[in-house]
């Protein structure tokens, strides 16, 4: 019990140390977001846990990738409910003629999505997810340590695939969502699934549900790769400043504040109607026509190519 006792002091020292060190990031959130005291907060308490408080290997995975994040000094990105919705009505089904040729340029980054953007089976909702791509010959981009945040060093996480990626998401049960991809040496595919790897047992609905994850994750790191359009900063416009006095804070104060970028911020979902004349025939109902992603030819001679987004179109969404 002793032992348990200082265990568990050590533990919340050493969270409230790195979310000390997280709160000097000094990140302004949109609204609608899990906002930066909280989210700092929940990030500090997992990544205490790394190596010296071993729960499971998911937990274990979560704060390697976040402590990743830390130290690398990765972006942050808010996604639109709108981008989601149609991401979700997205195949995937083609990821070994993708993958091979996928250059990754940003191994780490962090997702917020918007409140009750994605419910999980248990009806919670996702609130931040950590996305990794580690690759074989760049071992680099999977370890570090960073002098701001001291006592903290990333060790890389040995696999044997050409490109792993990986998906850690928190959810508003707390309850952590691991899955991923491998593009092994021959280039197959295969997949990580949770429930190797954590404590609690997964129900079918939970394996469709990490399933689903993983297809999203992987898609956006294709938008981020091909459709940098999607793209846009945020500032303090994206900010309510009614009753927060943000109007009377100096420049310099202003400045010191750092933004999460937007992804899709003004995607709206593709509509169509069926142009329905009627007669003795039932209207169609709503429904999705099926979005995917393809490479197709561009450049001289059309030698290259290029991943693009066809995007699902959401039919007779007036009936």
Known sequence: ????????????????????????????????????????????????????????????????????????????????KDLIGSLM???????????????VALPTFLLLLPKEGLQTPQGDYIEYMVVHASQKHRPEDSEGASPKYPGIEIKNLKHESSLLI???????????????VNLEADGSISFEEGENLGVAHMSQDDLNFT???????????????Y???????????????????????????????????????????TTESSNFQGGTHKSPETHWRKGHFKKVAIGK????????WIRPVLVNSDR
């Open 1 to 80: 019990m002793v032992n348990s006792h200082r265990r568990l002091k050590e533990f919340q020292e050493h969270s409230r140390s790195i979310f000390q060190q997280l709160q000097q990031s000094n990140y302004k959130i949109p609204p609608g977001y899990k906002q930066w005291d909280k989210l700092s907060y929940s990030i500090a308490g997992q990544v205490a846990l790394i190596e010296k408080f071993y729960v499971d290997s998911v937990s274990n995975y979560i704060s390697h990738r976040l402590a990743l994040w830390m130290i690398k000094d990765a972006p942050i990105y808010c996604l639109n």
């Open 89 to 103: 009505e997205t195949t995937l089904d083609n990821l070994e003629k993708i993958l091979p040729d996928l250059p």
């Open 166 to 180: 990986d998906c850690s998401a928190i959810d508003s049960g707390n309850f952590i969502w691991f899955s991923g």
């Open 211 to 225: 399933n689903s994850l993983r297809i999203l994750c992987v898609q956006i790191l294709l938008l981020l790769t």
């Open 227 to 269: 459709e940098p359009d999607l793209l846009t900063d945020s500032s303090e416009a994206d900010l309510p400043t009614k009753g927060r006095g943000f109007s009377k804070l100096s420049k310099d104060t202003k400045s010191a504040y750092r933004y999460p970028r937007w992804l899709g911020k003004n995607y709206k979902t």
């Open 301 to 308: 001679d059309r030698a290259e190519r290029k991943v693009v």
